[in-house]
């Protein structure tokens, strides 16, 4: 599942972070990818990713194979990372001469035994966190991946955007990767004071129907708080409003019978 949207702070890596633990506690096998040069999603799973750490940039640019590059996560046994080292933020310029540089990562991927296996070491998910924009890294999101997930933010440029987002993932469809859809829309940062965010949501959820999950995640300090402590809000703070939403968001995408 690529989790992409080129506006940054929309709720990308929150939500890759909080959802791929959610599934990871309700027993099932994930695989964060993280593809930001910042990090964020490696730092939020307390996963090493100083300079030097074999890395998704490795993966990427020197065909690192991915079972060399994935980390395990320290307390939970079925979440796993390939961590962002800062070495990434070279990539969307070195991979520009590497041959087919657009499936680097699809092919890192189908390398990976567990991806698709049925024996108890198999990955149920792959989410794939991308940076804020529509480069080299987010297009080997797009082409390595089957389903996509679109964090939204309720405000009020929320749908600014979207229309390249589509265009580039219809492009994609057509000439990379037929299997591609936009399966999962979230509402992220959904104020339920305000008429602005009921409008926004509203209207996201006219114009994309049934891919906009029922749960929307709301606004909370809480959220914005446990990546400092190398935390989810899943562990920082299980019952708090924007944990519990996510929970009900990992429950809708599993009924929905995303995986890939
Ligand atoms: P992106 O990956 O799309 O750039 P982030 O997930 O990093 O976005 O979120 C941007 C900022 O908003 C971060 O500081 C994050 O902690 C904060 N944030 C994300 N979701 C929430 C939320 N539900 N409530 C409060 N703050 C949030
Ligand atoms: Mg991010």
Redesign the pocket.
């Known amino acids: 599942m690529v989790v992409a ?1 080129q506006k ?8 890759t972070v909080n959802l791929a633990v959610a599934l990871a506690q309700g027993g099932q096998r994930v695989l964060v990818v993280d593809l ?1 040069p910042q990090g ?1 999603a490696s730092t939020a799973l307390a996963v090493d990713h100083r300079r030097g750490t074999p890395s998704s940039y490795d993966m990427l640019v020197d065909g690192m194979p991915l079972a060399d590059a994935v980390q395990q996560h320290p307390d939970l046994p079925g979440l796993f990372v390939v961590p962002a080292t800062i070495d990434l933020a070279g990539a969307e310029i070195e991979l520009v001469s590497v041959v087919a540089r657009e499936s680097r990562l699809k092919k890192a991927l189908a390398a990976y035994p567990l991806i698709g296996s049925q024996d108890e070491d198999r990955l149920d998910y792959v989410l794939i966190d991308c940076p ?1 924009s529509l480069g080299l890294l987010t297009l080997n999101a797009l082409v390595a991946g089957v389903e996509m997930l679109i ?1 939204i933010q309720a405000e009020y440029y929320a749908l600014e955007g979207l229309g390249q987002l589509i265009e580039t993932v219809e492009m994609v469809k057509q000439h990379l990767n037929h299997e591609l859809s936009i399966s999962t829309i979230l509402i ?2 959904y104020d339920a004071r305000t008429n602005l965010a009921a409008g926004v949501a509203e209207e996201v959820r006219e114009h994309f129907k049934d891919q906009v999950l029922r749960t929307a ?5 809480r ?2 708080e446990a ?1 400092s402590y190398g935390q989810s809000v899943m562990t920082y703070d299980p019952g708090s409003p ?1 944990a519990l939403s996510y929970l009900e968001a990992a429950r809708e995408m599993a009924i929905k019978g995303a995986s890939a």
Request: glycine share 16%; no cysteine; proline share 17%.
């Open positions: 949207n940054g702070g929309v709720g990308k890596t929150t939500s930001d964020n804020p964090p992220t940062m995640i709301p606004r909370s300090v959220v914005s990546p924007g």
